[in-house]
């Protein structure tokens, strides 16, 4: 992809996710997500819609209390990629 701001193809987005290969697949959470656990926003039911590999999901339930995460992707090989 030559234009950083333009959107993978719908192709080459399905082919890709859940491989680790993807430059959204980080392999970590984002700074975002570890800020806002440390200031304790996450509290009771959490949704994370289009969770991928669930980097930040993962962290939130590891670094949180009374927290019920659920994660959800339309891609199949993204939560495959869990049980590698």
Known sequence: MA???????QNFF????GT???NWEIGRPQQI???LVEQE?????VLDIGCGIAD?????????KNVNITSIDM????LLYLFK
């Open 3 to 9: 234009n950083k701001d333009k959107a993978p193809s």
């Open 14 to 17: 399905f082919h890709v996710s």
């Open 20 to 22: 680790g290969k993807g």
């Open 33 to 35: 997500i570890i800020k």
């Open 41 to 45: 926003i996450f509290q009771g039911e």
């Open 56 to 64: 930040n999901a993962i962290y939130i339930a590891r670094h949180t």
């Open 75 to 78: 891609v199949n090989s993204q």
